[in-house]
């Protein structure tokens, strides 16, 4: 071999170590990348992938969630404005004993409302539940379960329990969204949601 052909040989292997490397490195990036996707969003991560059919597209579609709610001017709420929130919140919950059907109808306002004082914007549902399961993501599947109960009920189809499991589902969101602290939360106890026979 002359000295010309062993020169291209070692070019040649360096540039294969070298794109050996950079795709090692893409890869274990890539893979990081979805154990931190995974672990942030949780639950909706599983079903992202089920409802796009693929890891890439959800990866990309949690992405940009992301980055649209990046975007976003989300605010706390002043303590007075939690507390009205809270409130409120009391005043429905203990309004599901005469009228179940009623106080979903509300709570699904209510926890709308907070959503806008918070400043998400109000699209149609799957895109609050898109934007919810940023910051949130520990509940969206709260927000969706309430929401199909809700569903249910417009159309006459869900018993009082599961009203209650709504009510329930939507205090999860609520509780979240309103971001009190654990000691604050001991100062404005909210009553317990009651089923009469």
């Keep these: 071999m002359d000295a010309v052909n062993t020169q ?8 294969v ?4 490397v950079a795709l090692a490195v893409f890869l274990a990036q890539r893979k990081r990348q979805s154990r931190q996707l995974q672990e942030h969003f949780g639950s909706e991560y599983g079903r992202v992938v089920t409802e796009l059919g693929n890891r890439s597209k959800a990866e990309a579609e949690l992405k940009r969630r992301q980055q649209r709610v990046e975007a976003l001017r989300i605010v706390p709420l002043a303590p ?12 429905l919950q203990a309004e599901f004993v005469d009228n179940p059907q009623g106080a979903v109808a ?3 306002e209510l926890v709308r409302e ?29 927000y969706r379960a309430a929401q199909d109960i809700r569903a249910r009920n417009l159309r ?4 009082t329990e599961e009203l209650r499991k709504a ?19 001991e100062r404005m106890p909210a009553r317990p949601v009651e089923v009469r026979s």
């Design 114 to 142: 907070l959503m806008l004082k918070r400043g998400y914007p109000m699209g149609d549902f799957e895109h609050r539940a898109a934007d919810i399961s940023v910051d949130h993501p520990a509940v969206v599947s709260n």
């Design 106 to 108: 509300k709570a699904d």
């Design 80 to 91: 007075g404005e939690a507390a009205r929130f809270s409130r409120t919140w009391n005043g």
């Design 156 to 159: 006459g189809e869900a018993d």
């Design 8 to 15: 291209t040989l070692l070019v040649l292997a360096v540039v």
């Design 17 to 20: 170590i070298l794109v050996v």
């Design 167 to 185: 009510v329930v589902h939507y205090r999860a969101l609520f509780d979240d969204l309103l971001e009190v602290r654990e000691v604050e939360r």
